[in-house]
T-cell receptor, first 113, second 116 residues
């Protein structure tokens, strides 16, 4: 079946630093990937749609300069949280759609201290 | 506007008993509906989907869901719950406005607790 790999699974960083999260589709090509943020015991909030070879599409209220998305190839999208602050601490999940269903990465627990 | 609602924050079931996790939707036209399960600190795992065809859809781990157009519902069911089924469950509908990008709209999630 389709596999989406997300790395790292857990990261702790200091305020002001940047963190990069990778999302790879391992056995299929994904021209589109999605980045979600999830707060404890809450649903997934779509942050942006990552488009291979073009700019990402951000949802309303999501700062594109803070959450940089790059979709450099058909199997890799990256989310960089720039100048991280404690309020950016959250669980970030990527997703890649296939004709069958959308498949999700394992998620990244980001803690900013 | 398209939306999905899961009216129960938590469902408690004894092991071996049948379980139901409820989901209702609001979509114009024919919906594409999905169920996903999430274990702690993990991504979402696909359980099943309804696109067209039989209203009863069978999925992974013994789960099934029944599409009911008149009640606009897509409840998740399992005849006999296992303790290992305890997790967070999400109902989702494909956002038709996004074309074929696969963008999903999620319900709020329902925590399923299966007790021994």
């Amino acid at each position: 079946g389709a596999v989406v790999s997300q790395h790292p699974s857990r990261v702790i960083c200091k305020s002001g630093t940047s963190v990069k999260i990778e999302c790879r589709s391992l056995d299929f090509q994904a021209t589109t990937m999605f980045w979600y943020r999830q707060f404890p015991k809450q649903s997934l909030m779509l942050m942006a749609t990552s488009n291979e070879g073009s700019k990402a599409t951000y949802e309303q209220g999501v700062e594109k300069d803070k959450f940089l998305i790059n979709h450099a190839s058909l199997t890799l999208s990256t989310l960089t949280v720039t100048s991280a602050h404690p309020e950016d601490s959250s669980f970030y999940i990527c997703s890649a759609p296939t004709p069958r269903a959308a498949f999700f990465g394992q998620g990244t627990r980001l803690t900013v201290v | 506007a398209q939306s999905v609602a899961q009216p129960e924050d938590q469902v408690n079931v004894a092991e071996g008993n049948p379980l139901t996790v409820k989901c209702t939707y609001s979509v114009s036209g024919n919906p594409y509906l999905f169920w996903y399960v999430q274990y702690p600190n993990r991504g979402l795992q696909f359980l099943l989907k309804y696109i067209t065809g039989d209203n009863l859809v069978k999925g992974s781990y013994g789960f099934e869901a029944e599409f009911n157009k008149s009640q606009t519902s897509f409840h998740l069911k399992k005849p006999s719950a296992l303790v290992s089924d305890s997790a967070l469950y999400f109902c989702a509908v494909r956002d038709k406005g996004s074309g074929n990008t696969g963008k999903l709209i999620f319900g709020q999630g329902t925590t399923l607790q299966v007790k021994p």
